[in-house]
């Protein structure tokens, strides 16, 4: 059961992603990005991280796309580029890294060898805070004066001369 | 857990059932809001289809279902169709986490009136409420129409302001619960409704849940004086229906979890829980339609400063307050 819908939304992920790549218009490019957040947020749900499939949509799909689809609405950026094929040297960089991942998929595979897991049923949200805001409490102090520096300079940049 | 045969029969009956319930609500506050609207302005309001009018949503749902069903021609047809069910589905979705009473004890089985009563129940939320904007953003960048791409952008900017507030307004709940189960939430409310802890948090709270409504004071994206009806202008036929429906499934659901949040969800004395619950949500939904009577609509200047400059601040100091006194208590 698990491992089946584990598959579905494997490919949802997927596909979605592949879909906001190529899609020519950007507020498509958002729905189909925003269909593979979902997506991940189950995976995230079924490995029994509830907190983290929660906070994938609240933050990524709910926060980080709305501001991308508001801005696009803003700027009117919603056309579709009129862009020509890309040419052959244009595949070369993406080749590149499609090479480059999968020879490391390859090597990591060949070097793994499967071993039964430990019985784990997820976490709770308890288990989880307090893990977040003991264990690893200075990271989260330091990501958080990040994000008010980031405030700070944009408040700066944006006020009324 | 395994799934036996009943429990997949009860679940798939606590769905239907509740599917019933909401559509029937829905259908029903919309013809209250027209006859309350009605009595507050002194007319008579919808009285025709059968004894009070109580056959009118149904006659409503026949007008919709019959009219042409338009696209306008420069229109992302994919996402223009797609857009209605965007914005209903995250409200229907979230009253599966709402309890809708006491657990009842049924031949030696509990059987809880909630779908699933999730671990992250108010982050679900908060989740589902964040997802919303999506149907209002698309519908009107979809339309392809000036007036519903400029709804659509004051609706995402609005919705994105005041989720800010209903988020935080619901911390100081969480931390007296200690708990983002919503059962855990109205089981911590058996002495003392929430209310009476938090008044600020729930007026914050309130007006935020105007505001994700897009009700008025609040409703400028579909401000039918300057912008035709906003993000909708273009839909038609069921579309427009179901962003209608939409509307006011979304309105019980904002309801169902004041009540839960602040309230104290179905507790109450002498009457059943479920009548409880009912009660508390049409209270707050006759509220919605009391506002809509009486207050005019506010400018956009107005709306993001008090949601960025006043109910924010205020409740982030509010959540301060809590937690000293959770500390000093």
């Given at each position: 059961m698990e491992a089946t819908l584990f598959y579905i939304l494997a490919l949802v992920t997927l596909v979605g992603t592949g879909f906001a790549i190529t899609a020519r218009q950007a ?135 | ?143 392809n129409s000036k007036y519903a791409l400029l709804g659509s952008i004051r609706g995402l900017s609005q919705l994105i302001s005041y989720e800010l507030s209903m988020g935080l307004s ?160």
């Amino acid at each position: 059961m698990e491992a089946t819908l584990f598959y579905i939304l494997a490919l949802v992920t997927l596909v979605g992603t592949g879909f906001a790549i190529t899609a020519r218009q950007a507020v498509r490019a958002i729905v189909y990005l925003v269909n593979s957040f979902f997506a991940l947020a189950l995976i995230f749900y079924l490995l029994g991280a509830p907190l983290v499939a929660a906070f994938e949509v609240i933050i990524y799909a709910g926060a980080i796309m709305v501001l991308f689809l508001f801005v696009i609405m803003m700027l009117d950026l919603g056309h579709p580029e009129r862009m020509k094929s890309p040419r052959l040297v244009d595949w070369i960089p993406a080749l590149v890294l499609v090479l480059v991942t999968a020879a490391s998929v390859a090597v990591l595979a060949m070097e793994h060898h499967a071993q039964p897991l430990a019985a784990f049923s997820g976490i709770s949200v308890r288990q989880f805070s307090q893990a977040l805001f003991t264990r690893y409490g200075v990271a989260v102090e330091l990501v958080s004066l990040q994000l008010l520096f980031a405030l700070v300079g944009a408040i700066y940049l944006g006020r009324r001369r | 857990m395994t799934w036996t045969a009943v429990d997949i029969a009860l679940m798939l009956g606590k769905i239907v059932a509740l599917y019933a319930i909401i559509l029937t609500f829905a259908a029903y506050l919309v013809l209250a809001e027209r006859r309350i609207l009605a009595w507050m302005q002194d007319r008579i309001g919808p009285n025709r289809v059968g004894p009070f009018g109580l056959m009118q949503p149904l006659a409503d749902v026949i007008k919709m279902l019959t009219k042409e069903d338009m696209i306008p021609k420069a229109a992302d047809r994919l996402l223009f169709s797609l857009a209605p069910a965007m914005a209903a589905i995250p409200a229907i979705l979230t009253f599966s986490v709402v309890p809708l009473g006491a657990p009842l004890h049924l031949f030696g089985r509990e059987v809880t009136l909630q779908i699933t009563d999730l671990d992250v129940g108010v982050l679900f939320f908060l989740a589902l409420s964040a997802i919303a904007v999506y149907g209002i953003a698309l519908g009107g960048w979809a339309s392809n129409s000036k007036y519903a791409l400029l709804g659509s952008i004051r609706g995402l900017s609005q919705l994105i302001s005041y989720e800010l507030s209903m988020g935080l307004s619901l911390v100081p709940v969480v931390m007296l619960a200690k708990s983002f189960r919503l059962s855990d939430i109205v089981n911590a409310q058996a002495d003392m409704p929430f209310i009476v802890y938090q008044p600020l948090a729930f007026v914050i709270f309130l007006v935020s849940i105007f505001a994700e409504c897009r009700r008025i004071p609040f409703d400028l994206p579909e401000a039918e004086g300057e912008l035709v009806a906003g993000f909708h202008s273009e839909y038609s036929g069921m579309r427009f229906g179901l962003f209608f429906v939409g509307e006011y499934i979304n309105i019980i659901a904002l309801s169902a979890l004041a009540s839960l949040f602040f309230l104290g969800g179905w507790r109450g004395p002498f009457l059943p829980p479920i009548i409880w619950f009912f009660l508390k949500v049409f209270v707050i939904a006759f509220l919605f339609i009391w506002v809509r009577g009486t207050l005019p609509r506010l400018r956009y200047d107005q709306l993001m400063h008090l949601g960025w400059k006043i109910l924010t601040p205020l409740a982030l100091l509010n959540i301060l307050a809590t937690g000293w006194w959770l500390a000093l208590r």
